[in-house]
């Protein structure tokens, strides 16, 4: 059976690593959100010191479902600050991303039954948001509004938040796995983003790690301790 360009590529990158040795054994944290409901999610807890006025979320899921479903949401206290960034799949073929409630809709490659490592980059001086779906940069896109995020934010996975920290609907949850969610308070260059989605290197996350960050979970949901996630399957 002849192998794929992208498999290929794959396999190569994944060869090159385990030979120079720069693959990280170490496991991994992973979030499980066992089903669907308006209780089960995870709650970030970074220092926030000042405004954010860039901000690159990056993470790694893994689900079966086909609805809508929300993977992470920022919201701001007061009316109408719900969606300030927000990351919304609309399987088969499209991803929202909300900044201060404005929705920008990518067409995406159809979904398949495997991790997916998702990086989400925004602007406000200029606007600019770009998607990167497992190494792919997606049309990138710009916002009208350019307001910045925070300091005071309630930052959630696996629930779309219709209030500050809750209000959540069981139709809009995610039901699957998550790791490596990590966010740095600037845009994380192309280059680092390729070798974050390859593990080739542990990008320094400058605002929570997945590793050392702080989170509660609520619900059913359960961090698996020191397990191991992977975009890549035989």
């Known amino acids: 059976m002849t192998i794929g360009i992208e498999r290929k590529m794959r396999l190569l990158v994944l060869s090159f690593v385990f030979f120079c040795g720069c693959f990280s054994q170490e496991g991994r944290n992973i979030i ?4 669907q409901s308006a209780t089960d999610h995870v709650i970030l807890k970074p220092i926030v010191e000042k405004q954010w006025e860039q901000l690159t979320v990056c993470l790694r899921s893994y689900t079966e479902i086909s609805r809508v479903h929300s993977l992470f949401s920022i ?5 109408g600050k719900d969606n300030t960034f927000l990351i919304y799949q609309e399987p088969p073929n499209y991803c929202s991303i909300y ?3 404005e929705q920008i809709r990518f067409r995406v490659d159809p979904e398949v039954l495997d991790w997916k490592h998702t990086c989400v980059t925004w602007d406000s001086s200029t606007g600019l948001v770009q998607l990167w779906i497992n190494g792919k940069r997606y049309p990138r896109r710009v916002t009208t509004t350019r307001s910045p995020i925070g300091p005071q934010m309630s930052i959630i996975l696996g629930q779309e938040q219709d209030s500050f920290g809750g209000n959540f609907d069981a139709e809009q949850s995610f039901v699957g796995e998550m790791c490596d969610v990590n966010m740095w308070d600037y845009v994380l260059p192309p280059e680092k983003i390729t070798q974050y989605f390859y593990f080739i290197l542990d990008v320094i996350m400058n605002i929570n790690g997945w590793i050392n960050g702080t989170y509660t979970s609520e619900g059913n949901a359960t961090v698996l301790i020191n397990e191991f996630c992977s975009f890549y399957s035989t």
């Not at 499980?32 to 089903?35: A, E, G, K, Q, V």
């Not at 919201?75 to 009316?79: F, I, L």
């Open 99 to 101: 900044i201060n409630q």
């Open 32 to 35: 499980l959100f066992p089903r």
């Open 75 to 79: 919201a701001m206290p007061g009316t």
